[in-house]
C-alpha cells in the first residue's frame, strides 16, 4: 500500500534533508498558494549552487512539469524508512514542483570581485567595493572569460556575479575580507 505525502509534510521533510546537506546554511522553504499549492519555493543565500541543492530537493517532488507537453510527469514512488520504523514504506510526495532561489550577500559579491581580479582575461575590472556593494556605473564587458568559463551578455555589475557564482559552492570558499 503506498502513503501519499502531504505537501505540507513535504516541505518538512525538505527542511530536514537540505539542513543535514548543508549544515550552517539558511534555507527558506515556503508553500505556494493558490493553484500552485502543491508547489514549494526553496531560497537561500550564497550557501551550495542551485544545482546541489536541486539535486536533494528533486527527491522530494511526486510530479515534475513537462515544457514540452505542458503537463506533469509522475516520478516514481519511494521506498522510505523514516526514524523509528523497522521497515520501509512506499511513499508518493504530493508536491508537484519545487523552484529553487539563490541569493547573493556582500560576500558573495567579494568572491566573485576576487575571481575576477585573479581568475579571468580582465584582472583590472573592478565592479565591486572592498566591502562587497556593487559599483553600478562601472564598464562591464560584453563577455568574460573567469576560473575557465566564457560568460557573454552581461549588463552589470550583479549580473557578473551571479554568472561567475553560478557554479561556485561558497560554502567551500573562504571570501576575501576587506
Known amino acids: 500500500m503506498t502513503d501519499y505525502i502531504s505537501t505540507k509534510d513535504t516541505a518538512k521533510l525538505v527542511r530536514v534533508a537540505l ?12 508553500m505556494s498558494t493558490g493553484t500552485a499549492s502543491a508547489w514549494m519555493n526553496v531560497s ?29 510527469d ?12 523497522d521497515m520501509p514504506r512506499v511513499v508518493r510526495y504530493s ?9 547573493y550577500t556582500a560576500a558573495g559579491y567579494r568572491v566573485a570581485q576576487h575571481l575576477i ?5 580582465h584582472k583590472d575590472l573592478v565592479v565591486f567595493t572592498p566591502e562587497g556593494e556593487p ?11 573567469v576560473a575557465g568559463h566564457f560568460h557573454d551578455y552581461i549588463y552589470s555589475p550583479v549580473h ?12 567551500t570558499v573562504t571570501a576575501p575580507t576587506r
Not at 581580479?117 to 582575461?121: A, E, N
Open 117 to 121: 581580479s585573479t581568475d579571468s582575461d
Open 160 to 171: 557578473i556575479a551571479q554568472v561567475i557564482l553560478h557554479r561556485v559552492n561558497l560554502c
Open 44 to 72: 537561500w543565500s550564497d550557501g551550495p549552487t542551485d544545482r546541489e541543492v536541486s539535486a536533494v530537493t528533486s527527491q522530494y517532488e511526486g510530479r515534475k512539469f513537462n515544457g514540452m507537453t505542458d503537463g506533469y
Open 95 to 103: 508536491c508537484d514542483g519545487i523552484n529553487t532561489h539563490r541569493d
Open 135 to 145: 559599483i553600478n556605473n562601472a564598464a562591464v564587458p560584453h563577455g568574460i572569460y
Open 74 to 85: 509522475d516520478q516514481r514512488s519511494a521506498l522510505v524508512a523514516f526514524d523509528g520504523e
Open 19 to 30: 539542513k543535514n546537506a548543508f549544515p550552517g546554511v539558511k534555507f527558506s522553504v515556503r
